[in-house]
T-cell receptor
Framework: AQSVTQLDSQVPVFEEAPVELRCNYS??????LFWYVQYPNQGLQLLLKYLSGSTLVKGINGFEAEFNKSQTSFHLRKPSVHISDTAEYFCAVSDRLRNTDKLIFGTGTRLQVFP | GAVVSQHPSRVICKSGTSVKIECRSL??????MFWYRQFPKKSLMLMAT?????????EQGVEKDKFLINHASLTLSTLTVTSAHPEDSSFYIC??????????FGPGTRLTVL
């Protein structure tokens, strides 16, 4: 079985500061990794995903994430955040060997950007 | 990516009534759709996988007779919460499988059962 851990439920940060949102996963098989963002009362939007290849993945809105297989981590980073980045961020995994898109989500991290 | 809509966006109903939520893929033919439930300040919990033209596959612990799913066409899946109770109040989100291990999510439906 797979699981995703997002250790930080909330991350407060000032505008233009760098931020890192942590994600660790547990799986007995190879996985695909995703970060989604959810703005208030909206569905989820894909930020970025790691399927294979380069372990550093760049996404939309200036976000990037690095896949670290040895540490089973996929932390999300942004060098300079904006007020508009305030949202809930979810890390997710899927089993790359199964022919399914089923996602397992972490509990989410609320990023709060202050002026 | 695919554009996914949900209707209604909000619904309030009395306990004991049934509520139907629609999920539409506006520009993409989706053979597979997913239904999630999200509790306040909690993660998304996959309820079921909806496959066009066949029965849905429910996750462990999800009552099939309580949450009826119909995926009658490549662009429409419906979730019916039968005999709703206050504990069914939640945010229900659908997604469309877009291939390449990507899902496109709808905006969600807020269900409040009084």
């Amino acid at each position: 079985a797979q699981s995703v851990t997002q250790l930080d439920s909330q991350v407060p940060v000032f505008e233009e500061a760098p931020v890192e949102l942590r994600c660790n996963y547990s799986s007995s098989v190879s996985v695909y990794l995703f970060w989604y963002v959810q703005y208030p009362n909206q569905g989820l939007q894909l930020l970025l995903k790691y399927l294979s290849g380069s372990t550093l993945v760049k996404g939309i809105n200036g976000f990037e994430a690095e896949f670290n297989k040895s540490q089973t981590s996929f932390h999300l980073r942004k060098p300079s955040v904006h007020i508009s980045d305030t949202a809930e961020y979810f890390c997710a995994v899927s089993d790359r060997l199964r022919n399914t898109d089923k996602l397992i989500f972490g509990t989410g991290t609320r990023l709060q950007v202050f002026p | 990516g695919a554009v996914v809509s949900q209707h209604p966006s909000r619904v309030i109903c009395k306990s004991g009534t049934s509520v139907k939520i629609e999920c539409r893929s506006l520009d993409f033919q989706a053979t597979t759709m997913f239904w999630y439930r999200q509790f306040p300040k909690k993660s998304l919990m996959l309820m079921a996988t909806s496959n066009e033209g066949s029965k849905a596959t429910y996750e462990q612990g999800v009552e099939k007779d309580k949450f009826l799913i119909n995926h009658a066409s490549l662009t429409l899946s419906t979730l019916t919460v039968t005999s709703a109770h206050p504990e069914d109040s939640s945010f229900y989100i659908c997604s469309v499988s877009g291939g390449s291990d990507t899902q496109y999510f709808g905006p969600g439906t807020r269900l409040t059962v009084l």
